[in-house]
Structure formats: C-alpha cells, structure tokens
C-alpha cells in the first residue's frame, strides 16, 4: 500500500458545476474508478470515502461526486458529465475507468453504461460496473424490478449487497444476475441492509470488507500494481 493525495475539483454540467474529488495515487495510474453517493447524502458518504482511500493505496485514481436530485434521468446525466470530463482529462491519461455508485448512483452507472454501449463510437474506455447496494426494487414491491439496463450491459460487474437488503432481495438479485449477458459476480454482506449496517457489527468491519471485494475483484479483470 501507498499513500496518495486528494484533489478537489469542479466539473461542468450544463450551466452549473458538479463537486467532486480525486484521490490520486503516488505511483503511475493506470486505471480509475468514478464514484457517487445514493438518493440522500454525497460524495463524503463514509463508505464512498472508505472505498476511494483503499483503492488510491492500490493504485487506482478514484474520481467522487455529488450530485443532488432524485431524477435518475438527471443522476444518469450528470454521470455521463463525469465520465467525459475524466476521459479527456489532461492531467490524468487512462487506460480505463469502472464506475461505481452506491443505490441509486449504481443505477446512474449502469444507465450510463448502457447509453455509451449503444453509441457508434464506443471505445471501450468503460471497464466494468460495481454497484453497491443496488436498489433492485422499492421496499415491498418486489414485483417492479429495475433491471432493464443490468440485461443491456456487456463489460463485468460487481454488485456488493446485504443479504438483508430491504430493497433487493437476494433470489431477486440472483435471477437477474442468470439473464444478463456481462460477466457477473454478487458478494453478499451476511446480514446487512441497504445502508450496510449489520447488527453487532462494527461499520469499519463491513467498509473493510466492501474494499477487499472490490479491490479483488477489479484485480481479477485488470492488472494491478501493488506493493
């Protein structure tokens, strides 16, 4: 593991301006991650910030946002902002970038994903997915799932999830996970909600898992130079 140094940017959308972070590595970067935060909070969720310490000691420059609103339309198009304003970025050049984002943001992610899927232009700049705590569907109306962009994806995704996830329900979960067509892997929190809390368990005991997944995860489809 490495240090590394936070970096506080602002990035055009339309008329106003996103706030957002890096966390940029010490050693030569490779490979980024995009992250955001769900319908409530911002980019200073403690699990997002957890998360984009331990990847940037590995190597892996991390971008977090805030965008406020519960229009995923909106989310989905801020998204797309950050995308683009990282890929052409002079000041760090990529050979590929994952987004992530936690409930409603994996879902801003994944909509992006598919969207820049579709275009002529697609590039392959977009590595693959991590969701956390994927909102699969509302709390008790497990019968409308929100899976229509996870079946158009082809890059690998990630989605880390309690096991007691009021909003994904994991035989749910799974079934959609056996539809879709990318690469797929699902690592279940045992006991956990859709904020991560588990009963009688420290939260930087969950966080440190969360990072481990991830990290290892990300390891297995690109290469990583650790220490």
Same mark, same amino acid.
């Given at each position: 593991?490495?240090? #590394?140094?936070? %970096?506080?940017?602002?990035?055009?959308?339309?008329?106003?301006?996103?706030?957002?972070?890096?966390?940029?590595?010490?050693?030569?970067?490779?490979?980024?991650?995009?992250?955001?935060?769900? *319908?409530?909070?911002?980019?200073?969720?403690?699990?997002?910030?957890?998360?984009?310490?331990?990847? *940037?000691?590995?190597?892996?420059?991390?971008?977090?946002?805030?965008?406020?609103?519960?229009?995923? *339309?909106?989310?989905?198009?801020?998204?797309?902002?950050?995308?683009?304003?990282?890929?052409?970025?002079?000041?760090?050049?990529?050979?590929?970038?994952?987004?992530?984002?936690?409930?409603?943001?994996?879902?801003?992610?994944?909509? %992006?994903?598919?969207?820049?899927?579709?275009?002529?232009?697609?590039?392959?700049?977009?590595?693959?997915?991590?969701?956390?705590?994927?909102?699969?569907?509302?709390?008790?109306?497990?019968?409308?799932?929100?899976?229509?962009?996870?079946?158009?994806?082809?890059?690998? =995704?990630?989605?880390?999830?309690?096991?007691? $996830?009021?909003?994904?329900?994991?035989?749910?979960?799974?079934? =959609?996970?056996?539809? /879709?067509?990318?690469?797929?892997?699902?690592?279940?929190? $045992?006991?956990?909600?859709?904020? /991560? *809390?588990?009963?009688?368990?420290?939260? $930087?005991?969950?966080?440190?898992?969360?990072?481990?997944? %991830?990290?290892?995860?990300?390891?297995?489809?690109?290469?990583?130079? #650790?220490?």
């Amino acid at each position: 593991m490495s240090g #590394h140094a936070e %970096v506080r940017v602002k990035i055009p959308f339309g008329n106003k301006y996103l706030d957002a972070i890096f966390s940029v590595p010490q050693k030569k970067l490779r490979y980024g991650m995009i992250l955001t935060h769900g *319908a409530g909070g911002d980019m200073n969720f403690p699990h997002l910030v957890s998360l984009a310490t331990y990847l *940037a000691s590995y190597g892996i420059l991390c971008l977090r946002f805030t965008c406020k609103g519960l229009n995923i *339309a909106y989310r989905t198009k801020a998204y797309k902002a950050v995308v683009e304003y990282l890929k052409f970025s002079g000041d760090y050049k990529l050979s590929g970038v994952f987004l992530a984002g936690r409930s409603m943001g994996s879902r801003a992610a994944a909509s %992006v994903i598919r969207q820049l899927s579709q275009d002529d232009d697609d590039d392959g700049f977009i590595q693959g997915l991590v969701c956390l705590s994927y909102p699969l569907h509302r709390p008790k109306l497990q019968s409308k799932l929100r899976d229509e962009d996870l079946l158009f994806i082809r890059c690998p =995704v990630l989605f880390v999830s309690g096991s007691a $996830d009021e909003m994904c329900e994991k035989q749910l979960l799974e079934g =959609v996970a056996s539809k /879709m067509k990318a690469p797929k892997k699902i690592h279940w929190i $045992d006991k956990a909600n859709h904020g /991560m *809390a588990v009963k009688g368990r420290a939260e $930087d005991d969950v966080m440190e898992e969360i990072n481990t997944q %991830v990290f290892s995860w990300l390891r297995e489809n690109i290469e990583v130079e #650790h220490k």
